[in-house]
Nanobody, 126 residues
Framework: QVQLEESGGGLVHPGASLRLSCAVS????????MGWFRQAPGREREFVAT????????YYADSVRGRFTISREFSKNMVLLQLNSLQPEDTADYYC???????????????????WGQGTQVTVSS
């Protein structure tokens, strides 16, 4: 059974950067479409970015495109999310997600029947 563990969250000032990591255990991430989602207080969980099985199968939410970058490190079986130019509205719990059935582009919409991590908290505040 695949398990996901996120790390890298923290408290930063507006304009700062963070790098989130998602360690995949119990399986090879190549067999999954991988995604990052976030949930702000009082709001529903929303799609942030996805990296499918192909090298160009990458999609971003409009709100983060140009500021966030998703990538994969096969040697470490990890998925990364680089967060640049962070703003207070980026404050949320960030979750890693793995789906063995969907293509990367399909992670932009539910339903989500794959595996979720426990989340890592990102707070952007002055």
């Amino acid at each position: 059974q695949v398990q996901l563990e996120e790390s890298g969250g923290g408290l930063v000032h507006p304009g700062a950067s963070l790098r989130l990591s998602c360690a995949v255990s119990g399986g090879d991430l190549r067999g999954y479409a991988m995604g990052w989602f976030r949930q702000a207080p009082g709001r529903e969980r929303e799609f942030v970015a996805t990296f499918g099985r192909g090298p160009n199968d990458i999609y971003y939410a409009d709100s983060v495109r140009g500021r966030f970058t998703i990538s994969r490190e096969f040697s470490k079986n990890m998925v990364l999310l680089q967060l640049n130019s962070l703003q207070p509205e980026d404050t949320a719990d960030y979750y890693c997600y793995a789906d063995p059935a969907k293509a990367g582009w399909a992670l932009q919409r539910g339903p989500y029947k794959g595996i979720w991590g426990q989340g890592t908290q990102v707070t952007v505040s002055s």
